[in-house]
Structures are given as C-alpha cells and as structure tokens.
C-alpha cells in the first residue's frame, strides 16, 4: 500500500504545476482582455500597424483600436494556454514507480527490500 501512496504523491506532484500554469495564463488573459474592454468603451484610438507571421499566413492589423489588439492578443493567450498539454503519465509496478513527461526524465523509485547476507 505504501507504494501505490507514494505513487499519488507523485502524479500529484505532477499534475499540480500544470494546474497552476492553466489558471494563471487564464486570469493574466482575462486581465487582459478586460483592460482591452475597458479601452474599447472608453473609445480610446491609436494609430499603429501590426504585422505576424506564422509559417505561410500572415495577418495585418493597421490603425484599429488598442482594445481591439489588447482583447485580441489576451483570445491567442488563453487559446495557447489552454491547448498547450503536457503529457505525463505514472506506472506503479510491483518493483517501481515511475513518473515521465515530456521532457522530463523518468523518476524511479526500487520499492525492493534489501536482500539480507
């Protein structure tokens, strides 16, 4: 039973700085976003142009409002927070847990009993 509790402990310790990740790209998007609402009823006007390209589209944004771009660029941050996973995973085996990710080296633990001489 010990194991399969260490096992928790360690996909818990995985999945939570995901977690945290999520919900702080969320909240900085939403602040975003609102401060984009507010300078759009607000009525404020700015003169720029913007300009992104990204493997073969392009897409131009030329003397719009500045809450347009601030509510635009807080939609690709909380689409890019959202859809960006990383994929781990836990195995309990009798012999060892182990927790990989993406680019994170697998951590094993030896659950054996040291053999007596």
């Known amino acids: 039973m010990e194991a399969f509790e260490r096992a928790i402990w360690y996909h818990v310790v995985t999945v939570v700085p995901l977690l945290i990740f999520k919900l702080a790209v969320l909240f900085v998007g939403y602040l975003i976003a609102k401060l984009g609402h507010d300078l759009l009823i607000k009525g404020v006007r700015g003169e720029f142009k913007f300009q992104s390209g990204f493997k073969g589209a392009k897409a131009d944004l030329v003397s719009a409002s500045p809450g347009l771009f601030f509510i635009l660029m807080a939609a690709v941050l909380i ?3 959202i859809l960006k996973d990383k994929p781990f995973e836990t195995k309990i085996t ?7 990710g993406e680019r994170s080296a697998e951590l094993k633990i030896n659950t054996e009993k040291p053999k007596l001489p």
Do not use: M, P, W, Y
Not at 94 to 100: D, K, N, P, V, W
């Open 79 to 81: 689409g890019v927070g």
């Open 94 to 100: 009798q012999r060892e847990i182990s927790t990989g």
